[in-house]
């Protein structure tokens, strides 16, 4: 497709005589760094890329594309798994990143105003002299930026005890698409008239701009220990994590790593995890110190019952953050013994565990690709780690097709394709194996009541049904969904 | 039970088609609550009711909308498991369903999380009759716009519900509640805040105008620690949380409009002339007052926050009004939901 040439191209003229100079980025080699994010398997390089550094600038641009019916990509750090904020070839990057002001903390009420660009971990370090943080810590805290982890309603390792980005957000301030400032819950615990915060997390963009952000803050557990237990068999490893949370403890981390995943990363940052093992369990309890003793007795109990070959409390914290190092550098270690891979998000129930990966394990035979598992087991939210080679022909054709099959997996026991990275571009097809035409087609509706031109964030994590039908028509063997027995819920 | 599912969904779809607006009803315990628009056929769900699916171990339970409370807090508690919110009513037969709409949760709501941070999904009916899945039942899950949450205070005018799964909590191994004389109400309030930097066994905070009572959750140890942090006296008194939960409290019968105001826990005291129960650390308090509602909602306005009257009056609306962008912003979910404006009308917001 034919298109004028960046300086004279009258969006961008128009976007110039709105925004400074230097807010408006129009050449390809500048552009580049911005043609794709965390999902590098996606690129395209936009028509321009904005980057204001006011909120009336934000409105500006949002006027000039809603008046040119311009698609928008907003974006944050670029650090979404799922190419949520891959650019649309006609469209504008609308980066968020110089909003990057922490506006108020507000230690009465441990609550803490920032800006859409301020990253996830600057607030921590921000409150950390008052004893305060902020809780989700999805692992690219460090870069990624609050706005984003509204969009994507960013987890990490402690959801189970602390939630989700929705349970720890009061308000949002964001830019519809008249450009008006639309100011969503409040600094209250909640709000009048509808939860539009909970519709707004997670919506990938697709309802408005988000630029100012309430978060809750935490007060930091005064104590927190690590158990590490070791399994000869991934099904014991997945049964000591039921019985922990059937006996009532909910601790603030536990993950699981399989062999493949902990012999990488101990060969990458000498965790001190048994290579041995065919599973470990990182469990970390939180609080004051008697209640940490106390559930550091029980649970320690629980691990060794379930069978655990070997158990070992982090002596100290450096012990204990060495434990947390392999799990944290499990996705750099894969770097390190395969060329490539290819990182999966989906959540089952836990029970399911056993199955899964044993079909994991036959698919990686069946592709011919190895994978490694890692699984934030508290709540169920799998990682399966795919590993391929791109310069293969086909190879990341083949990971793809893994992958999708994992994911059908995972909808097939009762879970779901995504837990925290987003459907972004990537998992838009798996959309239509997860839920029914109806559902699809209300959640367009929803997406067309506040953007009846589709111009947010376009062609992303809601398929159109036309989408869907062609998709089915190519994957329906004999006129049905794979696994047409299960209920879809 | 398929079958009740597939008769309410013909209902709405007929009401659609005929542009009938539907009152849906449950045990009826939150009437007070919202106007309800005349001439409206009243849609009973209550029949839509029993547990699917229930294992411990994944602290997640999916049940029909219509099931009673008390028969889900029965099969929860026999496992050491309880709702993480305390919804009133249960003993008054409040259903799930209407939990989940009218979204009204106890005292522990300020320290484990309110009705919508225990959805992990739903499905419903919405205003065109199509059965409608959002969310799933795993803790984690992103897939598909987040439509199960707002369900929460949305008083069923964004969809019938029929399943609803929640996240579901261990029982506390120990509770225990204590008593601090504390005539001060900004007093009340720091004690109240500055508690939690200390110890994350607290599960209620209430002050009454004379004392603030602390409820701790958690280990033995864990709750002899912050009793020792807190200090006070121990009270037996275990009906207090759940008679405050289910608005039992001598407080409540007293003469007056029963407002609810909900401001950031540490708001200024309210200065209104009334009596004050604080709830929630502060974030929820409670007025039985005569004061007129114009003052009532331009103070909470003025600290932040909103306020709702309780107390049923055809001239006072339950809920705060919204206006302009924010008003228009909440038109856009109920029209993609409800386009003939069939659910509810006029329950929550003049108008739809």
Redesign the interface.
Known sequence: MSRPKPDRDPLIDQLRSALPEDCVVADPVSMKPYECDGLSGYRQIPRVVVLPRTVEQVQAVMKICQKTRTPIVPRGAGTSLSGGAMPHKNGVVLSLARLNRILEI?Q????ARVQAGVRNLQISEAVQHL?LYYAPDPSSQIACTIGGNVA??A?GVH??KY??T??NILQVKMI?LDG?????G???????????L??L???EGMLGIVIEVLVRLL?V??VARVLMAAYDDIEKAGNAV??V??????PGGFEMMDKAAIQAAEDFVEAGYPTDAEAILLCELD?????V???VRKVEELLAKAGATDIRLAANNIQRVRFWSGRKNAFPAMGRISPDYYCMDG?????ELGHVLTSIARLSEKYGLRVANVF?AG???LHPLILYDANQPDEFEKAEAFGAEILDLCVAV??????????GVE?IE??CV???E??????M??????DPDGLLNPDK??PTLARCAEFNAMHVHHGELPHPELE?? | MPCLADELASRVVSAYSSQTPLNIIAAGTKSFLGRQADNCEPLDVTGHRGIIEYDPAELVMVSRAGTPLVEIEKVLHEHGQMLGFEPPFADAGATLGGAVAAGLAGPRRAYTGSVRDFILGTTFINGKGETITAGGKVIKNVAGFDLFRPMARSMGTLGVLLKVALRVLPLPEQERTLLHEESDELSALRKMNQWPMETQAISASSWDGTHIRIRLSGSESGIAHASAHIGGDQMDEVSYWRDLTNFKLDFFQQPGRLWRVSVAPMSAALGLSTHQLIDWGGAQRWLKTDETPASIRARADQLGGFAECFSPDPNVPTYHPLNGIALATEKRLKTALDPAGILNPGRLHPGF
Do not use: W
């Open positions: 507000d009465d009420n441990r609550t004893g994507e309603n987890g959801c189970l939630g989700l929705v349970h519809n008006e400032i639309v100011s969503i409040g600094t209250s615990l909640d709000s009048p008239g509808y939860d539009l909970a519709l997390m997670g919506s007060p557990p005064k039921a019985a949370i059937a006996a009532g403890v909910i609080g004051t110190e008697e209640d003793r106390d559930q959540t089952i129930p836990r029970k934030h709540d169920g939210n009762g879970g779901t394709i995504t837990g925290e990275h987003g459907v998992k798996r959309m997860q839920f029914d109806a559902s699809l087609a209300q959640f509706a929803v997406r067309k009541a506040f994590a809601v879809r819920f």
